[in-house]
């Protein structure tokens, strides 16, 4: 197993919705990230997990909550977020966080909040 | 700061063209370098890397050479096809990837 999957494919929240974003891989990586895309623009990095706890938090605002359960997992629970928020969410995996490991990326979220 | 600059885009070309496209990069030290490929309604695929000056990472008749003393890293291919029709990342590693803001390839049947 060489991919990262993600769940949903699609969301459509308002903004005081609760929801979550699932990202699940199985090839034994031990570093987990989420990135934000928005159209037109490369992706901007948000959270790292390296063996289940966080390592970098690249300022995200308190609306956006990430969560490790195990290695294989990594979740990300939206609340109240704001128009601006919508965007492709991409979760990724890498062996471990040094410079040489290449990361997987996963397809993506796309979160639409009305 | 670390940096990745790659040319404005979007390129055009009709198929069978040679492609270049070009990146340049600003770091301390010994980042690698990759470039990722971004299919419309996709996540991002890892195309090719290198680790190292010299290094040439190549994959599905793309290529791309580290070149420490001109600061390069940019993305060949010597006869492209409609299916390439993507947006390209060029993007350097140290602590985390930084991207270059992509560059969208049109490639014309």
């Known amino acids: 197993d060489t991919e990262v999957t993600q769940t949903p494919k699609h969301l459509v929240m308002g903004m005081t919705n609760k929801k979550s974003l699932k990202c699940e891989q199985h090839m034994g990586h031990r570093a987990m990230y989420w990135y934000k895309q928005k159209a037109k623009k490369p992706p901007e990095l948000m959270f790292v997990?390296?063996?289940?706890?966080?390592?970098i938090n690249e300022s995200v605002p308190s609306r956006f909550s990430p969560e490790c359960p195990n290695s294989s997992l990594l979740n990300l629970h939206l609340h109240a977020l704001q128009p601006e928020d919508s965007a492709l969410y991409l979760c990724?995996?890498?062996?471990?966080?040094?410079?040489?490991?290449?990361?997987?990326f996963g397809p993506g979220t796309r979160l639409t909040v009305t | 700061g670390n940096s990745v600059t790659q040319m404005e885009g979007p390129v055009t070309l009709s198929e069978e063209a040679f492609l270049t496209i070009n990146c340049t990069y600003t770091a301390t030290g010994y980042p690698s370098l990759f470039w990722y490929v971004q299919y419309p309604g996709e996540g991002l695929q890892l195309l090719l890397k290198?680790?190292?000056?010299?290094d040439k990472g190549s994959n599905k008749g793309f290529e791309a050479t580290y070149r420490k003393e001109t600061t390069s890293f940019h993305l060949e291919k010597g006869s492209v096809q409609v299916s390439d029709s993507a947006v390209y990342f060029c993007a350097l590693r140290d602590d985390k990837i930084i991207f270059g803001k992509g560059t969208r390839l049109h490639i014309l049947p």
């Open positions: 290198a680790t190292k000056a010299d």
């Open positions: 997990y390296s063996y289940e706890k966080l390592s």
């Open positions: 990724a995996s890498s062996l471990g966080h040094a410079a040489v490991y290449e990361q997987y």
